[in-house]
């Protein structure tokens, strides 16, 4: 943490004595691990600079902690950043984390899973052989328009790059839709309406994260309220609730 807090020293040195602050921005990145002490230090050390950093960002997390310490951590943070500046966290890219600075797309695409706003579907298994939709109807990403079904991707997958590279493609487009879709709700002023939209459409079937839950409710976002009729009874799940296509196969 306090080698971030040099490092940082040394490159606003740098960046003003080489003229690139003028047409590059320096971001601070704030450090600390899980430690909430050590956050709390780095933040103030850090946010002590801010007259000469256009922005922060959140370092250190997305890295297999609990989700449920994972936000928390995020929290703590944004609590004391200065409400003037940007500031995001780096390496999130699961889709109900609504951020996208990950290879999480890509990665998943090698191992044959296309990411859809219902979940992940993992096309290796044997219930996509016969299943001649392509990925997502409503995706403009050349995989899902050019007609390449998901019986095609399937018996490709594990065989061929090229089935790797279609649903990396489509994986992509489905981050930038979700990004988008997500800017263009804020810039309507209708954010909390689509975040539960979202966390519907996606998490429905199967039940919300408790850390989704708690998470969103710190900024003012209850993901159970005005829960139709229908969906009264919403499970809640424990852990990290990431949602995935499993074997159905007895594993002896």
């Given amino acids: 943490m306090q080698r971030s807090v040099r490092w940082l020293d040394r490159c606003i040195a740098y960046h003003k004595a080489s003229g690139n602050d003028k047409t590059q921005n320096l971001f601070a ?3 600390g691990g899980l430690d909430a002490n050590l956050r709390k230090e780095c933040l103030t050390e850090m946010v002590k600079r801010k007259d000469d950093i256009p922005g922060f960002a959140i370092g ?3 890295g297999g902690e609990e989700k449920d310490i994972f936000w928390k951590m995020i929290k703590l943070c944004t609590d004391d950043l200065p409400e003037d500046r940007p ?4 390496g999130i890219g699961f889709a109900e984390d609504l951020l ?3 290879v999480f797309p890509t990665r998943t695409a090698r191992f044959g899973v296309a990411l859809t706003f219902n979940g992940p ?3 290796r298994l044997s219930k996509h052989s016969t299943d001649f939709r392509p990925i997502d109807d409503g995706c403009p990403c050349p995989t899902c328009t050019n007609g390449t079904s998901r019986a095609l991707l399937h018996s490709l997958i594990t065989h061929e790059t090229v089935a790797a590279h279609a649903i990396t493609q489509h994986n992509l487009v489905f981050q930038a839709r979700l990004v988008g879709q997500a800017r263009d709700a804020i810039m309507e002023d209708r954010y909390p309406q689509y975040l539960k939209n979202f966390f519907q459409e996606y998490f429905g079937t199967i039940g919300y994260p408790r850390w989704c839950i708690e998470a969103l409710r710190t900024v003012g976002v209850d993901l159970l309220e005005d829960v139709s009729t229908s969906q009264a009874q919403i499970k809640i799940v ?3 609730g990431a949602k995935w296509e499993y074997s159905e196969a007895n594993i002896r």
């Fill in 29 to 31: 990145i704030i450090q």
């Fill in 60 to 62: 250190g997390l997305s």
């Fill in 87 to 90: 500031r995001y966290s780096m």
């Fill in 100 to 102: 996208a600075d990950c």
């Fill in 121 to 123: 579907l993992n096309l």
């Fill in 238 to 240: 424990e852990g990290d």
